[in-house]
């Protein structure tokens, strides 16, 4: 999706912004969400989560003026890289968390391997890939 194509779709969505959004509108911002901000939206009981979804998705656009890279990796819900000897103790999360840092990791520890849900197919260190 390109981001003049999600541009026109949240303009879409905010004219029914204030009324509860269908299930279709709330599918699309489940999906928006994810592409735009590169994590996955989590839904609560309430119906004001997803308009709070979608004006997060609109800050991050115009904080940022494109959408999130999509990662080869992904730590497990909770996991993060906190190692005092790889680069110099610094705190990776899945929100930091690029490509290079995440291969540099596991070719350093790769006993490891299990912090991650999500390891690319061509990775030597990797096991099966997703899990």
Do not use: W
């Not at 599918?27 to 592409?35: D, R, V």
């Not at 004006?55 to 993060?80: C, D, P, Q, V």
């Not at 005092?84 to 006993?111: C, H, I, R, S, W």
């Amino acid at each position: 999706m390109e981001l003049a194509e999600v541009n026109k779709t949240i303009e879409e969505l905010k004219g029914r912004f204030d009324a509860p959004f269908g299930s279709s509108d709330k599918s699309t911002i489940e999906y928006l969400y994810y592409e735009v901000t590169g994590k996955t939206f989590v839904p609560t009981s309430c119906q004001q989560c997803y308009h709070d979804g979608l004006i997060e998705i609109y800050h991050y656009i115009k904080k940022y003026g494109k959408m999130a890279e999509k990662s080869n990796y992904r730590l497990r819900a909770g996991a993060i890289i906190n190692c005092p000897t790889f680069m110099g103790g610094k705190v990776f999360t899945n929100d930091n968390l690029t490509d290079e840092v995440a291969k540099n990791y596991l070719e350093q520890f790769p006993d490891n391997e299990d912090l991650f849900q999500k390891v690319p197919e061509d990775d030597p260190n990797a096991g099966d890939g997703e899990k």
